[in-house]
């Protein structure tokens, strides 16, 4: 298991400057989620953990060695990308055995490996089939195959259930989870996605524009957003954020309440507002309002609640999950 620490980290592309600086510690065992939104440098990030970009200016160090400068095969590194680039007219096991048979390794142990990747990756049955016959998900699990027989120190993956149906990303949201308490091994994850971030990091790094907005466990990210970018970013639906007068009359530049930590009545509350649209999830349902002075407003409230678009309501958020932002 090898730490990965990046110390003042910067690229350039011509007079670009994409990664404006990035310090982080990312300790032995650790998965780490790269989040925000396209376009602002997570590829790139990985991309130099990686060795395939060069650093414009700073330092890595993975496993308490300086690789700044390594080549990527000297990194302890394997990357598993968005797109799954098998070999067509090779079958799962070769594929998987690829790296290990170019790399001139003897056949048993080739075959060992291989094996051992599939049950821990539920493709024993499929060992001999060519990637045309498999399922979207079944291929992304022969290139995280791929991965696991080289037996890295550190695994990176770049979206790599972004072409996935929904249900089949839940799916193997757990399956990546399992494989990393399984292997125990360092993880780097990019998503733009918050829930894949939410569900599987034991720490997410939020990114903005090239930079680092917030580092912390999911839970402290929801509870307690430094920004509001990251209180935009975490959380679904988003949280309720308003500034400018509104925010002056609640005390802070900008003010932010979680749709889940709003109640609505007919009695009383803070707030008064119109329903515009009502959204029945079934267990929940979302009310988007129109309130007076500060505009649009969603509160979660039960799938079974009374309320119906034209209803005159109020909402009262919960005093003790309410955010304040000076920033
Ligand atoms: N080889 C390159 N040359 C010039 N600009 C690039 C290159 N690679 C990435 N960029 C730019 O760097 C920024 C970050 O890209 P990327 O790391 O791919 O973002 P993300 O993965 O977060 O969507 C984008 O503005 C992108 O256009
Ligand atoms: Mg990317």
């Not at 602002?40 to 690789?67: F, H, P, Q, W, Y």
């Not at 507002?273 to 929940?284: K, Q």
Request: glycine share 10%; with cysteine.
């Amino acid at each position: 298991m090898s730490g990965v620490q990046l110390k003042d980290i910067r690229k350039s592309f011509g007079a670009l400057e994409i990664i404006k600086g990035i310090d982080l510690d990312i300790q032995p065992g650790e998965f780490v989620v790269f989040v925000g939104p396209s376009g602002c440098g997570k590829s790139t990030l990985l991309r130099m953990i990686a060795g395939l970009e060069d650093v414009t200016s700073g330092v890595l160090n993975i496993g308490g060695k300086d690789v700044t400068y390594a080549d990527p095969s000297k990194r302890g590194i394997a990357m598993v990308f968005q797109s799954y680039a098998l070999y067509p007219h090779m079958t799962v096991a070769e594929n998987i055995g690829f790296g290990l048979s170019l790399a001139g390794r003897p056949k048993v142990e080739i075959e060992a490996k291989v094996r051992a990747a599939a049950e821990s990756l539920q493709l024993i049955h499929l060992l001999d089939r060519k990637p045309k016959a498999l399922s979207g998900g079944q291929r992304q699990r022969v290139a995280i195959g791929r991965a696991i027989v080289r037996n890295p120190d550190v695994f990176l993956f770049d979206e790599p259930l972004s072409n996935l149906d929904a249900s089949l990303r839940s799916q193997m949201r757990l399956e990546i989870t399992d494989l990393h308490k399984k292997l125990g091994a360092t993880m780097i994850y990019v998503t733009h996605d918050q829930v894949e971030a939410m569900t599987m990091a034991d720490k997410i790094v939020v990114l903005k524009d090239g930079r680092v907005e917030q580092v912390g466990s999911p839970m402290d990210l929801y509870n307690k957003p430094a920004t509001p970018f990251v209180a935009s970013f975490i959380g679904s639906p988003k949280m309720n954020l308003y500034s400018g007068v509104a925010a002056e009359g609640l005390g802070c530049k900008t003010y932010g309440i979680r749709p889940e930590d709003l109640t609505l009545s007919f009695e009383k509350g803070r707030w008064n507002g119109r329903i515009r649209h009502v959204e029945r999830l079934g267990a929940d349902a979302l009310v988007y309002l129109k309130v007076e002075g500060l505009g649009d407003m969603v509160a979660r409230t039960l799938g079974g609640a009374k309320f119906q678009p034209g209803n005159i309501v109020w909402a009262e958020p919960d005093a003790t999950k309410e955010h304040r932002f000076d920033l």
